[in-house]
């Protein structure tokens, strides 16, 4: 029994450290699909269209990850290869409707979501972000 539950503890470490790396590499995307850096963005000059747009793609991978772990394999090889799977596909699928709506729409959606001022568009943006993250949580369950 103690060694059942120091091994689920280690599963757990495991799976968290990767949702962690997968978080980050989220971040990463955000950071490279906008102009500017993150990290001034939000923290130093307050921008909350690149906050929303950050929270929603942070949120779509916890989303992704949880639907991986959930639903993950019993071997937990398999388990864990296909949370970095998916969650990898899930960050190029929400890179993927970034940059289809930026096509979609007037100027270049990097840019307004990097305006000091509220943007109606940083909520779409934020909206088909976390959209496209649901699509592959759908798609692992």
């Not at 729409?105 to 000091?116: A, S």
């Not at 568009?121 to 496209?132: E, L, M, P, T």
């Amino acid at each position: 029994m103690v060694e059942d539950l120091l091994v689920g503890a280690l599963h757990s470490i495991v799976f968290g450290v990767v949702g962690i790396a997968l978080m980050a590499v989220g971040f990463l995307l955000v950071d490279a699909l906008t102009p500017g850096r993150l990290r001034e963005l939000i923290w130093i000059r307050r921008n909350s269209n690149a906050a929303l747009l950050l929270i929603a793609n942070q949120l779509g991978i916890a989303g992704i990850v949880f639907t991986a772990i959930l639903t993950s394999y019993t071997d937990f090889t398999k388990g864990l290869a296909s949370t970095i799977l998916f969650g990898l596909v899930g960050l190029g699928i929400m890179a993927l409707a970034f940059l289809v709506l930026d096509w979609l729409t007037p100027g270049k959606l990097g840019e307004v979501i990097c305006t000091e001022e509220p943007n109606p568009a940083a909520r779409v943006s934020a909206a088909i972000h976390f959209g496209a993250a649901l699509f592959v949580c759908a798609c692992i369950a």
